[in-house]
């Protein structure tokens, strides 16, 4: 496309000057040319296997042999006769509640302290990132072992302050809370979502705020917060439902028992062994649609108050 | 299949018919493939790699494509791929998992071609058990192995504990095995827990004439023998002789003798690898696991099964691969011991003499204890892939002091009872 | 100045305890195989280059020079595709208007919250019928085809963050909404663009399931895949030494993408010309 309009658009009667909110002077169709590469990967990739699902949570499906119809009978063992799945849903719970906050305001701190003009800006902001590029693989696993194993490293700081945990790997809570801090540990990603939200805040706005004898934390308040709360609610909502989600670090770290007890069976990977090593895939599709509406539905939370507390530059049309 | 079916409703239809023009091994060039998958190390897999590469010289019509993967990963991606109907043509299964495939028609049935395709004349009749299911072939050995106790001698020795032999009970372990632990200063402990380990809990049952199984696939135990199994552990772990759950909790960088923080441990002797004892990095010894009466409880099974895909395409050449890999003389030559002792008597003579180092050492503990092994249990029921990894989980509750083993063993019990009647 | 000293002692210490656990996973790819396993604290007592020489021999079969390129190939084409059509997407939900948006939308966030196991077997069934089993193309394709909602959302966010005066005032001149997209948002949206880049690099270059599930034959094997094959705690084979070697030679491409690219996050409003 080249950059200067083209005589035939030129040619085109000027629309009218105050255009009314809602025509952008555009066909519907075009939305759907923007839109045709992801409408061809829903109907290709995505919807079939959704409903597929969907069908399976009604049936006992054990993989390889045809699903037979059991109607909402799945849906029911998960609140009755199911010993774990409360567990699991606590476990998860507790995942979420705590590690959510934690990594988007360490990721948000970081953002800020990075976001000035320095030499070293670079470096610094690849060295935050690092440990987000490890994902997580066995070496990842083995380090975080070693770091909160006996005599490890956590140990060994917390022993310098006179705390005493007597082992984090036995310990219900504490397991849980290393693993919590392996996801906060690996904040990178929202950092770098800050940074670039940032990024796109225009300085005038800063250099008004000055000129109005603004000192940080106004700035920060009036004009930080407000710009960045788009981005802060893409965080908020993508980090629930990956939280939510959480999968890798357990079935690496802990081997994917769930262990001690069931203080670490986070949701997806006891929907895993339900499906994978129970060969109970039913079960497991129906435990994938109760998670889906709850996370839907905390995610709806997320979206109503967002009205409130989140101002979109482009009008929130 | 019906899930195939589902989707296609759910797709365009006439974009798949378009495209979808791929069948496993079309011979375009008058050369079949197939597809060959196990799990395991990478020094497994590049020795069955060397032999595969001897069958396709020995068949230039057979080509053979091979994957790999570790225990875990290989069995969620046969598990996609036989639910997707691209099963492996040739596959090496466990008999944990064996039921789930048979029962459902995933796996051959290779007893029609025994004598013809697959000859079974020189495998050792004992070890067939498992891969047979209401006299159905689904499974060959692809080896021998039977449970031994790895242990460090300078340290038992140091400590000046009873050399571990033939007969030994349980009550010698755990006096051994404090010794250790008192001479380390508990820097070493002189077992690592075996509590929740379901495989040596069956060699314990199996000294008192019970299984994990009876025949008709219910459990060949009672709460009270979990009781007694955990209590024991818990004496040891108690007394310092076993470790700590702190140290016994899985941990990524594998098990506490491996980290060398224990001195003795059981598995199965498939498991020692040619150079475990470099990985080890100290004197390591096999002596037959502890009793509890007069047997040894100890059976000789096969470490893995070779099984083929009943949707394979390329029948004949997967029966030839798989007949190639647990009789071929020369590919034993390759395998060595990496699967256990050749069930192929014939070729564990001709492997024998050549054997050395960690190899030599099972060999010769296998000859130990050859007649006093027992033939395999029947093949494990439907989830016992599950109860394996439940046992390990109540387990846990006692090793860390958060229930005592009669209560634990309760709730395990229950559990266990529903997961087997399905 | 002092201020400036106080913030660089702030991030370097907070770097410090965040650093450590790096710095303990490369000094064990320089401890001998056999002692990685029993050693708790950074330094050993002896140091080698083994674990080095023993991956890069290029006994491996095959040899490990592939699973950089497979990977590469894998996270390339994953990065353009998500680049492109992911604004695209965005560009649509963002700003265009048409009747299905909020339900589509709302479906596309939906999307991610079904968690990936339960659609893995069907979705394995389509790639299977197309006959793109054990090739590149299950892992590549979807990305071409704006399955990622992440970085849709992603960028969505970013364009509604843009002032609504910028797309009127184009459109005053006369321009239509595919000129508006390619001269006045795409450049405005760069540092989410970049995001999507580097995450999508660095998220396909460390994803072991899909890669798994997809991938077969030795020669198309990646990375992760690789990395698992060195320590199977089932039989007692571990290699931890080439496997920390592996793991750290393995994150150096990523972290120079991630340095590469990051300054580009800086490229925000303030450089980009709204002033004009």
Redesign the interface.
């Known amino acids: 496309m080249s950059a200067r309009p083209s005589t035939l658009e030129r040619e085109r009667p000027a629309p009218p000057a105050v255009p009314s909110r809602t025509s952008y002077g555009e066909r519907p169709g075009v939305a759907y040319l923007f839109l045709s590469p992801w409408v061809a990967g829903v109907v290709l990739l995505t919807v079939g296997p959704m409903l597929a699902s969907l069908y399976l949570s009604f049936t006992d499906y054990d993989l390889f042999t045809a699903p037979s119809w059991v109607g909402f009978e799945n849906y029911a063992r998960m609140f009755t006769t199911d010993v774990h799945f409360l567990n699991a849903v606590w476990a998860t719970v507790k995942y979420v509640l705590l590690s959510v906050p934690v990594q988007l305001l360490a990721a948000l701190a970081v953002a800020l302290l990075l976001d000035r003009a320095s030499r070293l800006q670079g470096l610094y902001r690849s060295a935050f990132y690092a440990p987000s590029l490890l994902g997580a693989s066995v070496a990842v696993a083995l380090v975080w072992r070693a770091m909160f194993s006996a005599d490890g490293a956590a140990d060994r700081f917390l022993s310098f302050f006179g705390v005493r945990t007597g082992g984090w790997v036995t310990d219900p809570d504490l397991a849980l809370l290393m693993l919590v801090l392996l996801g906060i540990w690996q904040f990178g990603a929202p950092m770098v979502i800050f940074l670039a939200g940032l990024k796109q805040i225009p300085a005038e706005l800063y250099d008004a705020a000055s000129v109005d004898g603004a000192g940080w934390w106004r700035r920060f308040w009036s004009v930080t917060v407000p710009m960045l709360s788009p981005v802060i609610f893409f965080n908020l909502v993508l980090d629930t439902i990956r939280a939510f989600q959480v999968f890798n670090a357990a079935f690496i770290v802990s081997n994917g028992t769930g262990g001690p007890g069931d203080s670490t069976l986070f949701y997806t990977l006891y929907l895993w062994q339900k499906g994978f090593v129970d060969f109970d895939m039913g079960y497991a599709s129906a435990m994938a649609w109760v998670l889906l509406l709850g996370i839907a539905l905390v995610t709806t939370l997320i979206f109503r108050s967002a009205r409130s507390w989140v101002h979109y530059g482009g009008g929130d049309r | 299949m019906p899930l195939r079916k589902i989707l296609a409703g759910a797709l365009a239809a006439g974009l798949l018919g378009a495209v979808a023009a791929c069948g496993g091994g079309a011979p375009s060039d008058g050369k079949v493939t197939i597809r060959f998958a196990w799990w395991g190390s990478e020094q497994r897999a590049k020795i069955t790699n060397e032999a595969v590469q001897l069958f396709m010289r020995k068949n230039p019509n057979i080509k053979v494509t091979t994957s790999t993967a570790i225990y875990d990963a290989f069995f969620q991606k046969l598990a996609t791929e036989t639910a997707g109907g691209n099963a492996p043509d040739v596959m090496q299964m466990s008999d944990r998992h064996l039921r789930e495939y048979a029962e459902r028609d995933a796996v051959l049935d290779m007893r029609p071609h025994v004598g013809k395709e697959i000859k079974t004349a020189d495998l050792k009749q004992e070890v067939m058990g498992l891969g047979t299911l209401e006299d159905k072939l689904y499974g060959l050995p692809l080896g021998q192995t039977a449970m031994v106790m790895v242990y460090n001698p300078v340290l038992w020795e140091k400590a000046g504990a009873e050399k571990p032999e033939l007969g030994w009970t349980w009550d010698d372990y755990f006096e051994a095995a404090k010794k250790v632990s008192d001479e380390t200063g508990g820097k070493v402990f002189g077992a690592s827990d075996f509590g929740g380990v379901e495989s040596w809990f069956k060699v314990w049952l199996s000294q008192q004439g019970k299984g994990l199984y009876t025949a008709d696939g219910a459990l060949g135990y009672t709460e009270q023998d979990v009781v007694t199994w955990w209590e024991m552990a818990t004496k040891f772990r108690k007394a310092g002789a076993a470790t700590p759950g702190e140290i016994t909790a899985v941990n990524p960088a594998g098990s506490p003798v491996l980290r060398k923080v224990s001195a003795s441990e059981f598995m199965p002797d498939s498991t020692v690898a040619p150079n475990a004892w470099e990985v080890y990095d100290n004197d390591y010894a096999l002596a037959p696991p502890p009793q509890v009466g007069a047997e040894s409880g100890i059976y000789g099974e096969p470490p893995m099964l070779i099984s083929v895909s009943a949707r394979t395409k390329q029948r004949a050449a997967a029966l030839k691969l798989t007949d190639f890999i647990v009789n071929d003389p020369d590919a034993a030559k390759i395998l060595g011991m990496s699967r256990g002792l050749p069930a192929n008597m014939k070729n564990r003579a001709a492997i024998a003499p050549s054997l050395t180092g960690a190899w030599k050492q099972v060999y010769d503990y296998e000859e130990l204890i050859a007649d006093k092994i027992k033939v395999g249990p029947p093949a494990p029921p439907k989830g016992a892939g599950t109860l394996f990894t439940l046992f390990d989980k109540y387990y846990q509750d006692v090793m860390y002091d958060k229930a005592a083993p009669a209560d634990a063993a309760k709730r395990y019990y229950a559990e266990a009872r529903q997961v087997v009647a399905g | 100045m002092i201020r400036r000293a106080i ?2 002692v ?2 370097l210490a ?2 410090g305890v ?5 710095l ?2 490369v000094a ?1 790819s320089f401890k001998p ?8 604290g950074l330094w050993a007592d002896s140091l080698t280059l083994g674990n080095y020489a023993s991956v890069l021999d290029g006994a ?2 095959p040899p490990v020079w592939r699973y950089f390129l497979n990977s590469t190939i894998v996270a390339g084409g994953a990065v353009i595709g998500n680049v ?2 992911c604004s ?2 965005a ?9 299905l ?1 909020t339900p ?1 939308f709302a ?9 990936q ?10 790639f ?4 793109m ?1 054990d090739s590149f193309w299950p892992l590549v394709l ?1 990305k ?4 990622d909602a ?1 970085f ?3 960028m969505v ?8 005066e910028l ?2 005032a184009a ?9 508006i ?3 006045i948002t795409l450049p ?1 949206v760069k ?2 663009m ?2 999507t880049a ?2 999508t690099f ?2 396909t ?4 399931f899909t890669q ?2 997809y991938l ?3 020669d198309r094997l990646t990375l ?2 690789a ?14 030494g080439p ?2 070697a592996l ?1 750290v030679l393995s ?1 150096v491409p ?2 120079l993408f ?2 590469a690219f ?2 580009f ?6 450089t980009s010309g ?2 004009g």
């Open positions: 913030w660089h702030v991030v907070v770097l965040m650093l450590y656990p790096i303990w996973l064990s195989n056999a002692s990685i396993a029993s050693s708790v491996t079969d492109v059509t695209l997407a560009y649509a939900f963002a700003r265009l208007r048409f009747r948006r589509l479906f596309m966030l939906a999307t991610i919250m079904l968690p196991h339960v659609v893995l077997i069907p979705q394995y069934t389509i299977q019928q197309l006959g089993v979807p071409f085809l704006a399955t992440f849709v959302f992603l966010q970013f364009i509604r963050q843009l002032p609504a797309d009127e459109r005053i001149d006369g321009c239509g909404p595919i000129r997209f390619a001269h405005l540092p989410a970049i995001t580097i995450f660095i998220w270059w460390n994803d072991f798994l599930i077969s034959s030795p992760p895949l990395l698992r094959g060195y320590v199977d705690l089932q039989e007692s084979a571990a290699s931890f496997m920390f793991s994150l990523i972290l991630f340095a990051q300054r996050l800086v490229q925000g409003l303030a709204l002033k």
